[in-house]
């Protein structure tokens, strides 16, 4: 017996209607007839839903199952589809921090080659305090809603708190010291202030992904 036909089966087991059982799994009547019609497959959060909802163990919805239509079986498709949802994560990653340290590196070109001296003042306000401010607890908000990176998530705030310090200390700081020929530590306070806006950034991620479950479950 394939996967659609265990999921029919197990739902008119349960004395269920595709209505009933869309309603009670959150998604459409539609999604539910093309599970059973094979015209598309269930992921494995829905496979276990189905289980409790039916009443049914997953050893019977997933197990001693034949070929589905394209010679795969279920467990090849949660395979694949978990290789997928990998591969765009990966993707996704290396897209937020692309976008992070392309905005980093404008702040950088912007200010050697298109800032005056007399422009510091205002580039200092829109660009480090306005727009990597800005953009540091996006990416990190981003990060905490999606679960990015695991535990070491939490590490990121320090290194985006450096890479915070850095943007005065590459532009400003290094033009004055090249300008009086001295030499400047880094605004060592800066890493902080950087670190804690990344911080608030992945705990409202975290926050918001946590209630949209809840949401989700509750549905």
Known sequence: MNIGSKIKTARNEAGLTQEN????????????????????????????????????????????????????????????????????????????LSVYLFIWALSEIVFWFFTQPSDAMGYSLMFIWIIMPVTTFIVSMIIGKNGFFGKVKWILPIVFGIMFMLVPYSTLTFSNMEAFHTFRWPDFPMLPIGAAISFAGIALGVLISRKTKKKTVKG
């Open 21 to 96: 059982a869309a309603e009670l799994l959150g998604v459409s009547r539609q999604t539910v007839s093309n599970w059973e019609n094979e015209k598309s497959y269930p992921d494995i959060v829905s496979v276990i839903r189905m289980s409790d909802i039916y009443n049914v163990s997953l050893d019977r919805l997933l197990k001693e199952d034949s070929s589905m239509t394209d010679g795969k079986s279920y467990i090849d498709y949660l395979e694949d589809s978990t290789n997928l949802v990998k591969s765009k994560n990966k993707l996704s990653k290396i897209i937020l």
